[in-house]
Nanobody, 124 residues
């Protein structure tokens, strides 16, 4: 089982990017996106049950980022709009076979599988 993250790159402040996370081999019950900026700890960004019944966002990205999925492609997306310099980080997708409750979605230890990370740089 692998998670493949992609879509990172360089974007100007105010711009948009869409990250993708494709799972090979199976579908998971809950997906999450985390990020780690240089010199900082990894932090939760967004989480979503595959069936869409529960979605959670970090306060810093709510209203700007959207997590969604494509059934046919077994892919989870993170649409990032109105990007800021503080969004610069390596973004990781994560997944678990467990259906996480809202309060558990932010915990790194709740996720069993991780992608390799994709770098997002927001700079003019």
């Amino acid at each position: 089982v692998q998670l493949q993250a992609s879509g990172g790159g360089l974007v100007q402040p105010g711009g948009s990017l869409r990250l993708s996370c494709t799972a090979s081999g199976r579908t998971f019950a809950t997906y999450g996106w985390f990020r780690q900026a240089t010199g900082k700890e990894r932090e939760f960004v967004a989480g979503r049950r595959w069936n869409g019944s529960t979605t959670r966002y970090a306060d810093s990205v709510r209203g700007r980022f959207t997590i969604s999925r494509d059934n046919a492609k077994n892919t989870v997306y993170l649409q990032m709009n109105s990007l800021k310099s503080e969004d610069t980080a390596v973004y990781y997708c994560a997944a678990t076979s467990r259906t996480l409750i809202f309060s558990s979605m932010t915990g790194e230890n709740e996720y069993d599988y991780w992608g390799q990370g994709t770098l997002v740089t927001v700079s003019s």
